[in-house]
Nanobody, 127 residues
Framework: QLQLVESGGDLVQPGGSLRLSCALS????????IGWFRQAPEKGREGVSC????????YYPDSVKDRFIVSTEGAKRTVYLQMNNLKPEDTGLYYCAAEFFNPDFGTTCQVDGVDFWGRGTLVNVST
């Protein structure tokens, strides 16, 4: 059974850093991407990173580029999101999610393309 379990959320001061983890299990396909999304109170869910687990290409929106880094380890059982220079507007519930894709077309890295969601981990950037 496919599972994604997030951890690492915490209260952190502005300018601080956090590393989130997403533990993966049950994946058998070679063609999937793991995205990190966040949802702030009273706002929609937005993507903050995407990692193609086949060729390891990455995507970041401008709002987090040069501050967030997505990575995985050799066995591809965990995907990490390193978040640096955190700002109050980074506060939210952070989800990891899986998108399975056709290699002829690539990933969307969008909310609408997600096939499976984790349950989320809370990040609070505040003094």
């Amino acid at each position: 059974q496919l599972q994604l379990v997030e951890s690492g959320g915490d209260l952190v001061q502005p300018g601080g850093s956090l590393r989130l983890s997403c533990a993966l299990s049950g994946f058998t396909s070679d063609y999937y991407a793991i995205g990190w999304f966040r949802q702030a109170p009273e706002k929609g869910r937005e993507g903050v990173s995407c990692l193609n687990m086949n060729d390891f290409t990455t995507y970041y929106p401008d709002s987090v580029k040069d501050r967030f880094i997505v990575s995985t380890e050799g066995a591809k059982r965990t995907v990490y999101l390193q978040m640096n220079n955190l700002k109050p507007e980074d506060t939210g519930l952070y989800y990891c999610a899986a998108e399975f894709f056709n290699p002829d077309f690539g990933t969307t890295c969008q909310v609408d393309g997600v096939d499976f969601w984790g349950r989320g981990t809370l990040v609070n950037v505040s003094t």
